[in-house]
């Protein structure tokens, strides 16, 4: 197995920038009866998304942006993993692997590259400071293509160890949200040497019918069973991707429109609630590296893998130091559940603020609970 690190830039050609233009610009857009998001994805909003993709966005700084970061390709279990790697200058920093989840990419963290890993010159005490690894997951972006199957969230898990000791990193922290949140809950049940906490965004637990269990719950906790209820009135998306993403994939990597629709499914809400406050030039972001990868199929073969072994959701023991961030306008982990896998939980925070892609629309409190717990275990 080559355990080569080659540098790496992201350089998409002007060619496929334009032909996504020209497909943007050529859309068959559908009839609809109603136009709310009660049955999908508002026409109205899509055609604003779509419209400001090819004409009011600019790829290239985007991309600047991004290779501003040192970037790297490497192969584990014959996949070729792509990350970024950005060292602190702070001689003492812990290494951390942020791991991003569904349909975001590494550029989820851009906010918090710097305050993490360069504090002191963002006014933060530069005693803890991180040296940081972004990988893309496998199948998503320049994480491609897949080798094979099998890519869920324990083998993701067993490979970020491995990329963490090819960086020469013996001691090091993970953490995650959405799909990273189930690697790194399973980073926490393979225990690896070295591995000193994970700090997930949630940990994805549920009622057992015990008797009293549900007189444990915190007023925040109770108050999450709404985004629970929607989130399984209308999760029809995890539903496809987890049962037939092949199929979905035809779609996703031949119209630029329905890529943009699908992601968009997340990312602003159900019911379009975070239509006028996430930023719409971050998402397109993460829209495009998608679409220049041509790996919207493969990134919904994530979601198939991790039903077949519910990795991210068993309820196996971690023992690893675990810190959970819970953010009002997402899932809201409840920790009585939580403890009955994780018997280590350090820390807990019911954030005042902020939703399911917190690095983005919340990077502050994101970055200080990381900072408050790994300062815990240095």
Same mark, same amino acid.
């Given at each position: 197995m080559s355990t080569t690190i080659?540098?790496? @830039?992201?350089?998409?050609?002007?060619a496929q920038i334009d032909d996504l233009k020209q497909?943007?610009?050529?859309?068959?857009?559908?009839? #609809? #009866?109603?136009?709310?998001?009660?049955?999908?994805?508002?026409?109205?909003? +899509?055609?604003?998304?779509?419209?400001?993709?090819?004409?009011?966005?600019?790829?290239?700084?985007?991309?600047?942006?991004?290779?501003?970061?040192?970037?790297f390709l490497t192969e584990i279990d014959g996949q070729t993993i792509h990350f970024?790697?950005? @060292?602190?200058?702070? %001689?003492?920093?812990?290494?951390?692997?942020?791991?991003?989840?569904?349909?975001? #990419?590494?550029?989820?963290?851009?906010?918090? +590259?710097?305050?993490?890993?360069?504090?002191?010159?963002?006014?933060?005490?530069?005693?803890?400071?991180?040296?940081?690894? +972004?990988?893309?997951?496998?199948?998503?972006?320049?994480?491609?293509?897949?080798?094979g199957p099998g890519?869920?969230? #324990?083998?993701?898990?067993?490979?970020?160890?491995?990329?963490?000791k090819r960086l020469g990193y013996e001691r090091y922290g993970a953490q995650?949200?959405?799909?990273?949140?189930?690697?790194?809950?399973?980073?926490?049940?393979?225990?690896?040497?070295?591995?000193?906490?994970?700090?997930?965004?949630? +940990?994805?637990?549920?009622?057992?019918?015990? %008797?009293?269990?549900?007189?444990?719950?915190?007023?925040?906790?109770?108050?999450?069973?709404?985004?629970?209820? @929607?989130f399984q009135k209308y999760?029809?998306?995890?539903?496809i991707q987890s049962k037939r993403p092949a199929t979905l994939g035809f779609g996703l990597v031949d119209s630029p429109v329905a890529q943009l629709a699908w992601n968009a499914e997340l990312f602003f809400g159900f019911e379009g609630e975070a239509a006028q406050t996430m930023d719409r030039e971050r998402f397109l972001t993460h829209v495009s590296l998608y679409w220049f990868t041509a790996t919207g199929g493969q990134a919904a073969e994530f979601y198939f893998e991790t039903a077949q072994t519910g990795a991210g959701y068993r309820e196996l023991p971690n023992p690893v130091p675990t810190a959970v961030a819970s953010f009002p306008n997402d899932f809201r982990s409840v920790r009585a559940f939580a403890e009955r896998s994780h018997s280590n939980i350090m820390q807990w925070t019911e954030m005042p603020h902020g939703g399911h892609f917190a690095a983005t629309d919340a990077?502050?409190?994101?970055?200080?609970?990381i900072r408050r717990f790994f300062a815990q275990l240095q």
């Open positions: 080659r540098p790496f @830039r992201i350089d998409i050609p002007q497909r943007l610009r050529q859309t068959r857009w559908p009839q #609809t #009866t109603v136009q709310d998001w009660s049955r999908g994805q508002a026409t109205g909003f +899509i055609r604003e998304l779509a419209e400001q993709w090819v004409d009011g966005y600019d790829w290239r700084p985007h991309e600047a942006e991004l290779n501003r970061h040192p970037q970024l790697h950005v @060292r602190s200058p702070e %001689p003492h920093a812990l290494p951390l692997i942020l791991t991003h989840g569904w349909p975001s #990419t590494v550029a989820e963290f851009l906010d918090v +590259i710097g305050p993490l890993s360069n504090p002191r010159a963002h006014g933060l005490d530069p005693a803890m400071a991180f040296h940081l690894v +972004i990988p893309s997951l496998p199948g998503f972006a320049f994480s491609s293509p897949l080798a890519w869920e969230a #324990t083998h993701t898990a067993a490979a970020w160890d491995t990329l963490m995650g949200g959405d799909g990273g949140a189930l690697v790194g809950r399973e980073l926490g049940i393979l225990n690896p040497r070295g591995l000193i906490g994970v700090h997930l965004q949630q +940990i994805f637990a549920f009622p057992s019918g015990a %008797p009293g269990e549900m007189e444990k719950l915190s007023p925040f906790e109770r108050a999450g069973f709404a985004n629970l209820e @929607r999760n029809g998306y995890a539903e990077p502050e409190l994101l970055v200080r609970d």
